[in-house]
Each structure stands twice: as C-alpha cells, then as structure tokens.
C-alpha cells in the first residue's frame, strides 16, 4: 500500500473492453465501485471510473418506468428484461451500441444531476462532430438527436452523489429491436450513426468518447485498466493499488 501511495493515481480509469458483457454483470461493477467511492468519499483516494462496452441483446426498465410502454408480455420479453435503479423508461441494448457507464463522485465536480445529465449530451455531441455530425438536445428531454432521430440514450443515478448507469450511444446495431418498445416512452424514431456514417463502429467511438468526456469533466489524466486489474480492485475492495499497472 505504500508503494501505491507513493504514485501519482489518475483521476479515473478507463475500463475499455472488446467483448459483449451481460447487463447484470457490468451492474454489479458498477455497484462495487460505487461502494468503493461512497467509502473513500472524504479521502479521494479512489479514482473514478469510466467502463466502456457492448450488451448483448436486453431491454432495461428505470426504477420507476412503465410496462405500458413495452409492446410485449413482461412474463416472456423477446430479450432479457431487467429493472434497474436509473431514471428513465424503458431502452434496448444490443450489440453494436457503445455503452457507456462513469462512476463519478459528484463532490470532485459539481453536485447537480442536471448539470451532470447535460456534460454526458455535450460528450456525445462533441463525438458526432469528429465526424462533421450535428448533435441536438430537445428540450425538457434527455439524450442526444441526429435529424430527428434519438441515437443516443440516457438515463443515470446517484447515491450520496456518486453515479451509476450512463449513455448507450448506437453505432452500427440492428434498430429493429426497437419496435418493441417505445423507447424512453416517445413516440419518435431511433437512429444509428452507420445511417449517417457508414462503416463506423463501435471500436472506432471508444476512445474519442473517453477522450470527450474527460475533457468535459477536467480529468487531470485517464489511464487504461484491463478487466483484470478492474476485478482484482474491486475484489481486494480498493486496497490493491500496488498490484496495479498504469
């Protein structure tokens, strides 16, 4: 531990990963590392985290989301379907979609979820226009609009200011997913950039994303973690700096 202590700890890490993860097992992640900034909150010692990745094919329901908003039987969705604890309706995640999840302390940046909400639009905007795409926000929505259509999705929540849940941007995913629900509860249509940007993908968003958002939340520097330096953390509880490489 005092080796760790001795190093320079970045301000969060990036958890980058190639392969698809189910949703429970990212939300548990998620609630971990939460745990571990809840615990640390008056230390700072803990550095944030950013985990990007791809689902499998799912449907998620926000804490207090309708049913009347899904075009199938609950009892037997077309995909897993799961109830977490974001704000927020009903949403798809698929392959080909980049989802994004930052564990932030609030208390390192500003205790506003408002502000927080739109600083994760900024991020996607600022992604669409490396690719000269024009990112909107609708007013009294959430979530991000290319001519019309909402390829970027939103919902988030906090405990004791600390985050959990995030973006899922689509990038090159089968829409067709999306019939079956009406996503976010609108009656409006959904995009993927391939209908703009054809070829793009996934991989290729990854690191601009992260890039975005660090700039936008003043991260003094965002380094790499492998998923398996990721779990060693959360399974030594936070204490295993030292076995960490960065």
């Known amino acids: ?13 990036l958890c980058a990963l190639s392969r698809f993860v189910p949703l429970e097992q990212a939300w548990q992640w998620q609630r971990q590392w939460q745990r571990l900034l809840i615990r640390n909150q008056n230390q700072a010692q803990i550095p944030e985290l950013l985990l990007l990745l791809e689902h499998p094919p799912c449907y998620t329901l926000g804490r207090g989301a309708s049913e009347q908003f899904l075009g199938f039987d609950p009892a037997t969705p077309p995909a897993p379907l799961v109830r977490l604890d974001r704000g927020g309706e009903v949403t798809h995640h698929l392959p080909g979609q980049l989802v994004a999840y930052p564990l932030l302390d609030l208390k390192r940046h500003r205790c506003d979820l408002h502000w927080y909400l739109r600083e994760l639009e900024g991020a996607v905007i600022d992604v669409l226009a490396q690719f000269d795409l024009f990112g909107e926000r609708r007013a009294g929505l959430t979530g991000v609009w290319l001519e019309g259509k909402k390829v970027a999705a939103i919902g988030v929540s906090a405990r004791r200011w600390v985050t959990q849940h995030g973006v899922a941007l689509n990038v090159n995913c089968e829409l067709a997913g999306f019939a079956a629900i009406k996503p976010c509860g609108l009656e409006l249509p959904v995009g993927g ?32 973690i492998s998923e398996q330096n990721l779990l060693n953390f959360i399974d030594q509880d936070g204490l295993g700096l030292g076995a960490l490489e960065w």
């Open 1 to 13: 531990m005092e080796e760790a202590m001795d190093r320079v700890l970045p301000a969060a890490f």
């Open 193 to 224: 950039l391939n209908q703009w940007r054809p070829g793009c993908s996934v991989a290729q968003l990854q690191q601009p994303f992260a890039d975005a958002l660090a700039h936008r939340l003043q991260w003094r520097s965002l380094q790499p």
